[in-house]
Nanobody, 121 residues
């Protein structure tokens, strides 16, 4: 029904940059919010960044000033520009979206399959 397609993960050296993309497709009336979570084995899942339909942005303290979340004009694609990457940024990054399938419904969450980001020299 609704799918989130992620791209941009990979291996990068400390101090480098990566840009993640996530495109939503399917039956979507509107997007309430889109963002990124990350999780490394043995660690708790962490909200990295989120952008609401109104354009409000929120970042985890650990990435503030280094990561930038943005979206396209249709609000169906979200990007995460990751700069000054550190080894502790290594994790599987999951795109998520809260959307309204049809007008008047409550929001429904959808997650991507995840993309691996590895920061290592």
């Amino acid at each position: 029904q609704v799918q989130l397609v992620e791209s941009g993960g990979g291996l990068v050296q400390p101090g480098g940059s990566l840009r993640l993309s996530c495109a939503a497709s399917g039956t979507i009336f509107s997007i309430a919010a889109m963002g990124w979570y990350r999780q490394d084995p043995g660690k708790q899942r962490e909200l990295v960044a989120v952008i609401s339909s109104g354009g409000t942005r929120n970042y985890a303290d650990s990435v503030k000033g280094r990561f930038i979340i943005s979206r396209d004009s249709a609000k169906t694609t979200v990007y995460l520009q990751m700069n000054s990457l550190k080894p502790e940024d290594t994790a599987v990054y999951y795109c998520y979206a809260d959307h309204h399938p049809v007008p008047g419904t409550t929001v429904v969450p959808t997650w991507g399959q995840g993309t691996q980001v590895t920061v290592s020299s």
